[in-house]
């Protein structure tokens, strides 16, 4: 069955209407396929147990790409660990069900509290990145009584070839150890008190789809991990990350299968633990915002559609420039197409979603789905211009329910004081 789909000339999620979503939850509201959420899991883990049936893998959901604790359990239930890069993360983990084992520690700042409740728990590793933290990591260890579980992250010094605002694996960019200094430091923490070298990790950037900067940041950790080796370092994982692309317009999503291949030739035969942190190619495709138009307004210069979701509800237009495609919820019979800039009532230029979306006229309170919006939508909403946190909708078959309520004005004020 296709997730989204048209039925009697009304867009459906699964087996609901759209139009029912609205009635009931009112918009705009993130709408999310509980089966799309499943089937893209499923696909990374069934192309990895068909091509390397006797790895050891941890498939770590970088929990940043889409947050809500609901999101969390399903895939929790599933088998996934998760990647997370803060206390906050590591908090709505631990109470979506998540076990500390399969918790692994990103990002490049982390606070001493965060380190020290990574340590307490004894999570799966702390993915470290600069020596600076290596030595802080130490020392709080040294204070608990206890030992640190980390992975370096390495900056493999790899071009992703993908938008600039999130290659994460090239010499400049901010993330990492560089890969030359890396037998160093691996030195020098194996010799430190409070450090248990347990792996490396890698990231080298999103939405790649293509397996060649894949194979040569593999080529370059499997290198790594065998001259440390030779060094008497055993790793025990070797995590290399998320990144996997999905389809927007019509770019490829990457091909799990060609990637669990070049994972069994590389990664496979150092027999590790494997870890995979994918975001964006869990949630990405598995969510939409539901919109309404407000006004369908022209000018002499263009054709605007002002809809009531806006660039603090789903930024990744407004900051990457990330093109979303914008399906009307019903079928227009009308067959003449107009050009329009599609944009949201945010006090600001560049709240735009579309710059030339072709479609027939519609009319004042027409809804419209903003597709691929699972991913770095809701996790990345803020209440800019005074606008509530949109409520969250789970669809699963004929059901659905909500997975977060529509901030109320009341809670957006609770923190304030006057
Ligand atoms: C953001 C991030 C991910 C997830 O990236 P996707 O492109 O969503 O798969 C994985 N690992 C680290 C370290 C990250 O920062």
Redesign the pocket.
């Known amino acids: 069955m296709q997730i989204y789909n048209y039925k009697e000339d009304i867009l459906h999620i699964e087996e609901v209407a759209l139009t029912k979503i609205a009635l009931q939850y009112g918009t705009p509201v993130y709408c999310y396929s509980k089966k799309a959420f499943k089937d893209s899991y499923k696909t990374i883990e069934n192309s990895l147990k068909k091509h390397i049936p006797e790895a050891d893998i941890l498939i770590a959901y970088?929990v940043?790409?889409s947050s809500n604790i609901a999101i969390i359990k399903l895939l929790s239930d599933m088998g996934a660990g998760a990647?997370i890069?803060s206390e906050g993360e590591l908090f709505r983990t631990e109470k979506a069900g998540i076990q500390s084992k399969n918790i692994v520690f990103?990002?490049v700042g982390k606070t001493d509290i965060e380190i020290k409740k990574a340590i307490e728990k004894e999570i799966c590793q702390i993915?470290i990145e600069s020596k600076e933290e290596l030595a802080n990591i130490a020392k709080i260890a040294q204070n608990l009584g206890k030992e640190a579980k980390i992975a370096l992250r390495v900056n493999p010094d790899i071009d992703a070839n993908t938008h600039d605002k999130i290659a994460?694996g090239r010499k400049g960019d901010k993330f990492g150890i560089d890969i030359d200094e890396a037998i160093a430091i691996y030195k020098q923490a194996n010799s430190m008190s409070g450090i248990k070298i347990v792996g490396v990790a890698i990231?080298i950037g999103?939405?790649i789809a293509k397996i060649e900067p894949f194979r040569r940041a593999f080529i370059k950790i499997a290198d790594l991990v065998h001259r440390l080796k030779e060094e008497g370092i055993k790793l025990k994982n070797i995590d290399i990350?998320?990144?996997?692309g999905i389809t927007y317009s019509s770019e490829k999503a990457i091909d799990f299968d060609e990637l669990a291949i070049v994972i069994k030739e590389l990664i496979a035969p150092l027999s590790c633990k494997i870890i995979l942190?994918?975001?964006?190619?869990i949630a990405g495709n598995s969510g939409i915002v539901l919109t309404k138009l407000l006004y369908a307004k022209h000018t002499k210069h263009k054709n605007f559609l002002i809809i009531d979701a806006a660039m603090n509800d789903l930024a990744r237009p407004s900051i990457y420039g990330a093109y979303h495609p914008i399906l009307p919820v019903k079928k227009a019979s009308d067959l003449q197409l107009k050009t329009y800039e599609i944009v949201g009532p945010v006090c600001e230029t560049g709240d735009i979603f579309a710059r030339n979306e072709q479609m027939p006229a519609p009319k004042h309170g027409d809804l419209f789905a903003i597709m691929v919006s699972g991913?770095y939508g809701a996790s990345m909403a803020s209440n800019y211009n005074s606008r509530p946190f949109l409520p969250e909708v789970m669809v699963d078959g004929k059901e659905h329910f909500l997975i977060r309520k529509r901030q109320s004005f009341f809670d957006m004020l609770a923190q304030e004081e006057f």
């Open positions: 970088a940043k790409a990647d890069v990103s990002g993915n994460t990231h999103s939405q990350g998320g990144g996997f942190e994918p975001g964006r190619f991913a």
